[in-house]
């Protein structure tokens, strides 16, 4: 079991430029979730799946950001435009139903 | 207004020492963990706990609900129990956790 497994471990983007950060979810789990974790705002709930289907992404800007996940295997969370408040890390969880989350290692972006 | 708060913000122990961790929130929940992210930032589920007192080696969980409230209570701490130690709120089948700032919790020899 390798875990969750996100990728690229450290983005770092120009603004205005897109960012697309990917997460494999732990084989067998149904639900994905993301979160942003910055100093001032601490960890911040964006949107979750279950079986694949979007559930609820009340966390998410509406505008720039979207998140996919069109198979089981992996999901994507995408923001266009990138602005430097975007800096964050992006931490990727699944759960098999046991409401315990497992993180991936998270990815690190860095917008100029 | 926040609706989880936990304390001690920092902690500094000494080797062996024991220490208790709070976390308090302000709205009803069915669901509660707690996690501890490593100094290099990977987040590790420690305890799902919405009720009652939990146990895992060194580690008691105590949560109860009609006070909102739970504890940590790290026993005989160990240098690599350095982290911080983070608790989240939700509802039962809601992943929509809120989590506290967190307790950056560092154990000197």
């Known amino acids: 079991n390798a875990g969750v497994i996100q990728t690229p471990r450290h983005k770092v983007t120009g603004k205005g430029q897109e960012a697309t950060l990917w997460c494999e979810p732990i084989s067998g789990h149904s639900a994905v979730f993301w979160y942003r974790q910055t100093i001032v705002q601490g960890l911040e709930f964006l949107t979750y799946f279950r079986n694949q289907a979007p559930i609820d992404d009340s966390g998410m800007p509406k505008e720039r950001f979207s998140a996919q996940m069109p198979n089981q295997s992996h999901s994507t969370l995408k923001i266009q435009s990138t602005q430097p408040q975007d800096s964050a890390v992006y931490l990727c969880a699944s759960s098999g139903g046991q409401n315990t989350l497992y993180f991936g290692a998270g990815t690190r972006l860095s917008v100029l | 207004g926040q609706q989880v708060q936990q304390s001690p913000a920092s902690l500094v122990l000494q080797e062996g020492e024991n220490a208790e961790l709070q976390c308090n929130f302000s709205?009803?929940?069915?669901?509660m963990q707690w996690f501890y992210q490593r100094p290099e930032g990977s987040l590790v589920s420690l305890f799902y706990?919405?009720?009652g007192t939990k146990q895992s080696g060194r580690l008691t969980s105590t949560t109860v609900i009609k006070e909102r409230r739970s504890s940590l209570h790290i026993s005989s701490s160990q240098i690599t129990d350095s982290g911080t130690y983070l608790c989240a709120i939700g509802r039962t089948g809601n992943y929509k956790y809120v989590f506290g700032a967190g307790t950056r919790l560092k154990v000197i020899a």
């Open positions: 706990n919405p009720s």
């Open positions: 709205t009803s929940l069915n669901s």
